[in-house]
């Protein structure tokens, strides 16, 4: 079992930046591939963004392509989702993601997942 635990939402305006950090309290954190989704109110969950167990691949969605970049830290449990260029559009809850077998860019690809961390982008 692994539990995620986001940090890192707040207001910030247009064009500004966050950094959303998601920490894990399993020693086999380096074991699963991480995915970053977000929900906006009244949308699905949306995908953003995943990188594989040791850091070496990563995917975006086109939405988040060039502003925002995600990073691991096997050594501190971590995973980041560094946003520059944030935009009203932006605004959701953001969820971060485990999984120890697939990768991939649906919500049923991974088994854990934190609570979520409001981000709102003000004009």
């Known amino acids: 079992q692994v539990q995620l635990v986001e940090s890192g939402g707040g207001l910030v305006q247009v064009g500004g930046s966050l950094r959303l950090s998601c920490a894990a309290s399993e020693h086999t954190f380096s074991t699963n591939n991480l995915a970053w989704f977000r929900q ?17 691949y990563t995917y975006y969605t086109d939405s988040v392509k060039g502003r925002f970049t995600i990073s691991r830290d096997n050594a501190k449990n971590t995973v980041y989702l560094q946003m520059n ?29 934190g609570q979520g961390t409001q981000v709102t982008v003000s004009s």
């Open 85 to 113: 260029g944030l935009k009203p559009a932006d605004t959701a809850v953001y969820y971060c993601a485990a999984s120890p077998s697939g990768i991939g860019v649906t919500r049923r690809e991974y088994s854990y997942w």
């Open 40 to 56: 906006a109110p009244g949308n699905e969950l949306e995908f953003l963004s995943c990188i594989d167990r040791d850091g070496t």
